[in-house]
């Protein structure tokens, strides 16, 4: 689709807002012979903006007019974005037919912008302006309300000298169709984990002083993958006890271990598990469809997922979670919601509900393209279903995110028993916290308040554990400098 505009205009927000209703869109300048084309024209009036548009698409032209006036404590920019998002979104539905569920939200944290105007204006008015100048849908408008306030319910007792530890664990005992996530799967690539874990560990060792220098308090430690568990019990040992020696686990408000994969798991390692203080982790089953789980090429059935649940149910975690994934290939509303009620039944203290995100680098994209646009209505069920079912038995949802490329534009959830909150999924995603990434493919996020504002620098580990283990360059200039004011 070739963007032909004139005025202030964010050309990445216009393109989001297209992405939204022609999914996949791409946005060539030198195409000749576009699929599209959209023309936008923004002016600022005395008083206010105003923006004409027009669509051509597939031989099909719509217009719209929009105008939003200039308010009292309200940015440019939101007026600006609120005109051309109006603007491109008449245009889209009149060309497909589709009602967007969040508006012209485009961003990936929802809540976010839910909690800034909750601040100013309450619930009721909140609502209102989400549904009436964002076009969400009421439900929408609700959930990203009640996650803000779920959510902040934990931010605000974290200051900014508090910080988390994520460390990455990319090794998977098999590939699975439609996941991205950087993971080694191989027999051969296993044997590199010995060298791998002493890598972490030193690097452990670096960032360890670091939040020493820099009199931070570590108060979540998450272990993530990939699929952790694919360690064995002696390497969950070896990791686990040399982390003892550095981090005062048992001072940490939450210590997570992403089991993941039903079939890693073993009495041996979840009893090493227990044995250094792990209080949250997760058991995934992302169907309970055995034909679902051969589609997605998850490698272990249903009744692995009950076992390993039952095998950890013994061992009193503070937290199990578990994750679902809406609208995976070959699912439909009935088994979808067999398997959320199946697993309502289990009881856990989290459940998460994923969106299935369509990625290019997944297996299922090469293997069968028209797989985006398949199961969107059932997506959209299927998370209406997993909130309504979870909210009726207990289940707050207390985090959320949304990511590109995601079947109906729909968001990943996490839910909740009360008080039983994912510490580490709320604070990550907080623009005010400090995450130390550890590990092939982590991120770490320094945050730090420069006068009432905060300032995020991102630094990125090496992607891939081969890349990880030859790379001897350390990141602690770039982050004492950062901090600056080092203690
Ligand atoms: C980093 S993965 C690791 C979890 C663990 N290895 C497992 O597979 O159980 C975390 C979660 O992301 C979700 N996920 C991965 N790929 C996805 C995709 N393409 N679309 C939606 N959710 C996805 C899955 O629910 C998965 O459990
Ligand atoms: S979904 Fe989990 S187990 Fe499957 S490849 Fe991705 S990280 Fe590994």
Not at 405 to 429: F, P, R
Request: hydrophobic fraction near 35%; charged fraction near 25%; charge should be neutral.
């Amino acid at each position: 689709m070739r963007l032909i505009l004139d005025g202030k205009i964010n050309k990445t927000y216009v393109q989001s807002l297209c992405m939204m209703f022609f999914h996949g869109e791409k946005f060539p300048e030198n195409e000749s012979n576009p699929n599209g084309i959209l023309k936008l024209n923004t002016k600022d009036t005395n008083d206010g903006i105003s923006c004409d548009c027009e669509l051509i698409y597939n031989g099909k032209i719509a217009k719209s007019n929009t105008y939003v006036p200039f308010k009292e404590n309200v940015t440019y920019e939101r007026i600006s974005k609120s005109v051309i998002g109006k603007a491109v979104y008449s245009v889209g539905k009149q060309l497909t037919g589709r009602d967007i569920e969040w508006g012209i939200l485009t961003g990936i944290r929802p809540s976010k912008v839910a909690w800034e105007i909750y601040q100013c204006y309450g619930y009721d008015t909140a609502l209102d302006i989400l549904c009436n100048e964002y076009l969400l849908s009421k439900n929408k408008a609700r959930l990203a309300l009640d996650v803000a306030l779920n959510e902040n319910s934990i931010l605000k007792k974290y200051t900014q000298n508090a910080c988390s530890i994520y460390i990455s664990i990319p090794f998977c005992p098999t590939r699975c169709a439609y996941c991205s996530f950087v993971s080694y799967s191989t027999k051969k690539l296993f044997d590199l984990i010995p060298e791998y874990i002493n890598h972490l560990l030193y690097e452990l060792e670096e960032k360890i002083n670091v939040i020493n220098r820099l009199d931070l308090k570590v108060v979540s430690l998450y272990i993530g993958g990939g699929t952790p568990t694919t360690l064995s019990a002696e390497q969950l040992d070896i990791l686990l006890s040399n982390i003892n020696n550095k981090i005062e686990l048992w001072k940490l408000d939450e210590f997570t271990v992403e089991c993941g994969r039903p079939d890693t798991i073993t009495n041996d390692k979840i009893e090493v598990l227990k044995k250094y203080g792990v209080r949250r982790i997760s058991v995934n089953p992302q169907t309970l469809n055995d034909q679902v789980l051969i589609n997605i090429g998850r490698k272990h059935t249903t009744d692995d997922f009950l076992n390993a649940y039952d095998l950890v149910d013994k061992y009193n975690f503070e937290i199990i979670n578990t994750d679902l994934i809406a609208g995976l290939d070959g699912d439909d509303e009935q088994s979808f919601k067999a398997s959320i009620d199946k697993i309502i039944e289990l009881n856990p203290e989290n459940i998460t509900v994923h969106s299935f995100s369509v990625k290019k680098s997944a297996q299922i994209l090469r293997d069968d393209s028209s797989i985006y646009e398949k199961s969107g209505e059932v997506a959209k069920k299927s998370v209406e279903y997993s909130y309504d079912a979870l909210t009726k038995n207990g289940y707050i949802p207390y985090y959320m995110y949304r990511q590109k490329n995601t079947i109906a534009d729909l968001e990943n959830v996490g839910y909740s028993k009360k008080d039983k909150l994912g510490i580490y999924n709320v604070l990550m995603m907080s623009d005010a916290h400090t995450v130390f990434g550890i590990g092939a493919g982590a991120t770490t996020k320094l945050a730090k308040n420069n006068n009432g504002k905060t300032d995020i620098l991102r630094i990125f580990s090496k992607k891939y554990p081969y890349e990880y283990l030859q790379n001897n360059k350390s990141d602690i200039g770039e982050i004492i400098n950062f901090f600056h004011t080092e203690k």
